[in-house]
């Protein structure tokens, strides 16, 4: 059983005693939400948002925000569904080069307030303080790079197609009304990912913040307010369910949901006409590392430390399962071991901090008991100090001799707990991959290429990235990033936003002499922004 804790005062903790100059918060109580281009004030009930770090014995209160109800989500859906206007609105019918004015001049006041949008997002979820910087850096980036890939694919509609005698015109026209909800652990990044896509293709959005890492759209809500047409952008603050009215009212045409797939499939189940909805969905992973016999140790368990506890394993990208035939195993785990124990845990701004508190209410507690089922069951903890904690802080824990009747083996930790399988047949790992019901990425580790290459034909089959002797990842943005079985619905990247979020629509007509007039007469004037031969620069 893993009963001991670590005591407060220890190396490691939640507490906080001195707090750098650039990560001091005040509280911030946010009363306003967004919807119909108006910033609303709230009187009614808040939801106290507590940070998972602790100040003299107490977690941390950084503020709150509206707890909104029922009649604001309706709210929401009159003003989405105003500035779609059965795609006769201002933004489902503006000039691309006009939306993506605006998407840029967003960007540039989201970059005036990136200090208060770190240092909330620090404190609500204690992701390293680089590490969010980086996520909001990426964030931007990202804006920038879908812009350039809009202009890509406006260019290459740019001109006529003729076919059979038939002239033609072929775009990417909006879906309509929009639900974006991201997840706590990329809680601007991921949601940007489908947010920034959908409205610059044209679709008006409804936003429901993620359920942890809510404070840091308060700083964003002028900016959308002001870059954007009313009801293009509605912001709504709450749980999950200030967004089921929303479902409910079979006027949102896209659902864009990043989180667990029992989740997604409770939203969509609202929806009056399921088949009208389209979904973009990230959902749960069990990304597998199989390390071959004949891996390269020290490289292995370098990319096996960071791909499983990078942010304490909080990402869904997190190799979450680790197959190591038998000849390696101990070698395996004794310097894996011996990496956890040089991570450097704590305060999410102290230096180089790999390990910080966890940010999810109950979350021990559901450790310890995923720990020692596994345990009761026949494994053992590998490392020093494994399987203890103290209050919001877990301390990273190799669980090895893990089997498929162990919980650990079949569900998605999300957290520093490092399952280990030991196999004699390469064929045992690979069976594991084909049950399991994820279906995201897998790592293999080997140096015979022909034993790398008899795994990658069939993960490949399996999985939607095969990454070699690497981590898994979503990076680039350029790459395309989905799942199979139970892990995604539809493919995010850059490019592939773009067409998630749209559809090919063409307008034609047969090439008589007075269709080739009306049409160059309505080109030639600019009489039409879905009719058009400009070519973005």
Known sequence: MTEANIQPGADFSPDVDNIPEDCALEPLHERRYLVGGRLLEWNGPVHTVHSPLYVNGEQRVIGSCPELTEAESLAAVEAVSKAWDNGRGAWPTMRVEDRIARVEEFARRMLAVRDQVVRLMVWEICKPLNDC???FDRTIDYI???????????????RFVIESGIYAQIRRAPLGPVLCMGPFNYPLNETFTTLIPALIMGNPVIVKTPRIGKLLYAPLLEAFADCFPAGVV????????????ALESGRISVLAFIGSSRAADALRRHH????????VLGLDAKNAAIVLPCA????????????ALSFNGQRCTALKIFYVHASRTEEFLAKFSEAIAALPMGLPWKPGVKITPLPVPGKIDDLRELVDEAVAKGARIANPRGG???????YPTL??????????????????VVPVVSYNDVSEAAEAVIAS????????????PDAVAALIDPMVNQVCRVNINSQCQRGPDTFPFTGRKDSAEGTLSVSDALRAFSIRTLVAAKGSAPNKELISDIVRNRKSNFLSTDFLF
Not at 399 to 416: D, I, K, S
């Open 133 to 135: 910087r980086a996520e």
């Open 144 to 158: 920038r790079a879908t812009v350039d890939a809009l202009k890509d694919l406006d260019r290459a509609s740019s």
């Open 234 to 245: 509605n912001i709504l603050f709450g749980d999950r369910r200030v967004a089921i009215p």
């Open 272 to 279: 009056p006409s399921p088949h009208r909805l389209r979904c």
């Open 296 to 307: 390269d140790m020290d490289l292995t368990v370098s990319e096996a430390v960071t791909g």
């Open 388 to 394: 203890t904690f103290d209050r919001t802080l877990y």
């Open 399 to 416: 669980v090895a001799g893990v089997t498929a009747e162990m919980r650990l083996h079949t569900e998605e930790q999300f957290a520093p």
């Open 437 to 448: 019901p994820f279906g995201q990425q897998a790592s293999i580790f080997g140096t015979d």
